[in-house]
């Protein structure tokens, strides 16, 4: 059974730092390109970062400079680094894993960015 845990979010002040985390099983994790999603109240489910199997990136603009998403293919882990934190930050951070046609979520974390 396939399974994409996120943990690491929270609560932080506004400048702050967060680093969720989202493991998984059930998959040939090296051979899958990782990202991170969000999705704020009222508003669609955007791309945050992604990594390929290689290792390149990817980031949305809006978090370029401030986020870095890295991959241990020994601990099938993804970690989302969130530097500088904002207000607008705030969201249900998802995981996302992908191979060909094959896709899986995690179910979310959440980050509250407030003071």
Do not use: H
């Not at 090296?30 to 390929?52: C, D, F, N, S």
């Amino acid at each position: 059974q396939v399974q994409l845990a996120e943990s690491g979010g929270g609560l932080v002040q506004p400048g702050g730092p967060l680093r969720p985390s989202c493991a998984a099983s059930g998959i040939i994790f090296r051979i899958y390109a990782l990202g991170w999603y969000r999705q704020a109240p009222g508003k669609q489910r955007e791309l945050v970062a992604t990594i390929r199997a290689g290792g390149s990136t990817n980031f949305a603009d809006s978090v370029k400079g401030r986020f870095t998403i890295s991959r241990d293919n020994n601990k099938k882990t993804v970690y989302l680094q969130m530097n500088n934190l904002k207000p607008e930050d705030t969201a249900v951070y998802y995981c996302n894993g992908r191979s060909g046609i094959s896709e899986y979520w995690g179910q979310g974390t959440q980050v509250t960015v407030s003071s």
